[in-house]
Structure formats: structure tokens, C-alpha cells
């Protein structure tokens, strides 16, 4: 951002996961066929090479909603939360930067209509990891970009793995009763066409 400038921007990204589940040998699908993750963020720069600024994500995408379970009820799992990332920007010349922000993370897991003694459960946790960035410009109409994102270790979600959860049964058997954000590694290229 430190090549931007002071901005601010809002933008949205859309999911259309096809969920099913197999409910004694029959597959029933879920109602949720699309979600929307929107993401808002501010920049400003401090002087001519450092710059701040913070941006909030909406987590989303692994929700689902079924009409009906083994006993006939309805059931599903909403999963999301937020990310808030405050950053520092550092302009190294006048065509590359680079950036560090640290991901603050916030998840909740609902479960809602299972039967027996895993029945309806409201959870969270919360985690942190760092982002590092990097932007070059190539040309006048052409910069390149990377960055890195670390891992995001949360913590175990409560109540859906203290032995009244959902997951518990999971966790009994030697899974992970928690929600990691993965390492993410991205590289691209931004060609700018159209000056206004």
C-alpha cells in the first residue's frame, strides 16, 4: 500500500460451494449454495516512506444447512469469523515496497439440530499469524506482487470439544478439534490498461 497511497476499499468475494451429505444411504443436499465474504480496509500514509493501515475479512464459505437428518430435523453447521489486520508499510524507492500486518483472528462454530448427546452447540476461538508483502513496479503499467501469510493457529473450539460437541467424537479418535487457517504463498502480476 505504500506505492497507493491514502485510500479506502471495499470488496467482496463470492463462494458457490455444492454441499451434500449422505443420510442413510441417500444423499440430501444442503440449502446453502452461495456466500458472500466482504472485506473492508484503510490506508494512510505517515510520511513519504512509511504508511499504516488496517483492514477487517469476514470469514466464511463452510456453512451448511440441511433440511433434514436420520430423525427427520432440520440440521447444519454455520463456521465463520473475522480477521482483523492492523499493518505498516515501508516504500523502499519509488517502485517497490514492502509490508508486514499481523492477523488477529476470531472463529465461531454452530451446530444446530444434531440428536443424542452431541445435540446444538455455539463455540469460538481465536488465533494469530503474520502477513508479509512485497510490490514491484516493473513499467508505468505493470507491477509485480507477493506475498506470504502464516499459518494461523487457533486455539480448540470450546464446548464443540469438551465432551458435549459435535466434534468430539473427532477429537476422541485423535483429530485436530480446531479450525488452523493455512500458510498461504501468492505471486501475480497487475497490468494497468485504462488510466483515468
Not at 463470492?14 to 443420510?23: M, R
Not at 433440511?67 to 516504500?91: D, M
Request: with cysteine; net charge negative; aromatic share 10%.
Amino acid at each position: 500500500r505504500s506505492l497507493v497511497g491514502s485510500e479506502m476499499c471495499i470488496r467482496d468475494s463470492f463462494y458457490f460451494p455444492d454441499l451434500s451429505a449422505n443420510v442413510a444411504g441417500t444423499y440430501v443436499d444442503s440449502d446453502i449454495d452461495s456466500t458472500i465474504t466482504p472485506q473492508f480496509a484503510v490506508t494512510q500514509n505517515i510520511n513519504e516512506q512509511f504508511s499504516w493501515g488496517i483492514s477487517l475479512t469476514l470469514l466464511g464459505g463452510a456453512g451448511s444447512d440441511y433440511p433434514a437428518t436420520l430423525v427427520g430435523e432440520q440440521a447444519g453447521v454455520v463456521a465463520g469469523g473475522v480477521i482483523l489486520s492492523p499493518s505498516v508499510g515501508y516504500k523502499i524507492n519509488e517502485s517497490s515496497a514492502i509490508g508486514v500486518s499481523l492477523q488477529l483472528a476470531y472463529e465461531e462454530v454452530d451446530t444446530d439440530g444434531f440428536t443424542g448427546s452431541f445435540g446444538d452447540n455455539k463455540g469460538s476461538t481465536t488465533g494469530y499469524g503474520v502477513k508479509l508483502g512485497y510490490v514491484y513496479d516493473l513499467s508505468e503499467h505493470t507491477s509485480f506482487a507477493a506475498t506470504y501469510q502464516s499459518k494461523i493457529d487457533v486455539g480448540e473450539i470450546d464446548k464443540h470439544c469438551s465432551g458435549t460437541g459435535v466434534y468430539t467424537l473427532y477429537k476422541l479418535s485423535g483429530g485436530d478439534c480446531s479450525l488452523d487457517l493455512p500458510e498461504i504463498i501468492s505471486a501475480g502480476v497487475k497490468l494497468s490498461l485504462i488510466h483515468i
